[in-house]
């Protein structure tokens, strides 16, 4: 089992600069990749890589294609670098760089799960976004028609890279925040199974958000509508999935 980390970067060259000393203690390979950040950023971005990971893998979209269009460039790129598994790592730093080796420890045990970070809040968290997170929660439990998903949203997990690959080469690819929830749904119906870790996360004073309310809003609701609208039709097979996963004498 050969894991590294990637990291989707967009203008968060301060962030990244703090957080960066941190991910490197943790000791795994990195890459990544740039969303076509201005000419100024990319280059302090690539002066900190050289200065602090030099073998750190480097790759820049030459126009902007959103999170998840970074993250499945992260994805490719590690898996033709030769990993079976990649650790996705936002880049501003919200995530305790200390769990890496939790989920490490439990996707080596589980090499074809798909590993998530379950979040534990600091009280900077606000009441928009917690909210938000048990309304996303409740669609795609619906969307599955189970409640293996436990977190939809949280940005660090280990994607076994051949079966998720795989899985990306079926389906239209979901370039910008509706990549997240999107791909453990996916996950789901293809039968990847998912395993949670908790995961302290903390919002940074001052951070850099790059979600556009009214654009990703619109974006992740016609995702759950797409969503919601396909699995009507894999309501049978889900159905089925679920019997079969039923552990032996348990209730009827």
């Known amino acids: 089992m050969l894991t590294c980390v990637i990291v989707p970067h967009y203008e968060h060259i301060e962030q990244f600069r703090q957080y960066l000393p941190k991910l490197l203690t943790q000791g795994y390979p990195l890459v990544v990749v740039d969303d076509a950040s201005s000419q100024s950023v990319f280059e302090q971005l690539q002066q900190l890589l050289t200065q602090m990971a030099p073998d750190a893998i480097l790759v820049r979209h030459a126009q902007n294609r959103g999170k998840g269009g970074a993250v499945m460039t992260g994805l490719q790129t590690a898996s033709a670098a030769g990993f079976s598994h990649a650790i996705q790592v936002d880049a501003d730093g919200q995530h305790d760089a200390s769990a890496l080796g939790c989920l490490h420890e439990v996707s080596?045990?589980?090499?074809?799960?798909?590993?998530?970070?379950?979040?534990?809040?600091?009280?900077?968290?606000?009441?928009?976004?917690?909210?938000?997170?048990?309304?996303?929660?409740?669609?795609?439990?619906?969307?599955?028609?189970?409640?293996?998903?436990?977190d939809a949203l949280c940005g660090l997990r280990i994607y076994p890279l051949e079966p998720i690959l795989g899985l990306l080469q079926k389906v239209a690819r979901r370039n910008r925040m509706d990549f997240d929830p999107e791909i453990l749904v996916r996950a789901v119906w293809a039968g990847i199974p998912l395993r949670y870790v908790p995961v302290q996360v903390q919002y940074p004073v001052g951070g850099l958000s790059h979600f556009h309310y009214l654009r990703d809003n619109l974006i992740i609701s016609w995702m759950h509508t797409r969503l919601l609208a396909e699995m009507l039709s894999r309501a049978p097979r889900l159905m089925l999935q679920k019997i079969k996963n039923r552990p032996a004498g348990g209730p009827v």
Do not use: M, N
Not at 120 to 131: K, N
């Open 108 to 150: 080596k045990r589980h090499p074809d799960s798909l590993v998530c970070g379950e979040p534990v809040f600091d009280q900077d968290i606000s009441r928009l976004r917690y909210y938000a997170r048990y309304l996303t929660l409740f669609l795609v439990w619906a969307e599955t028609l189970s409640t293996e998903i436990r």
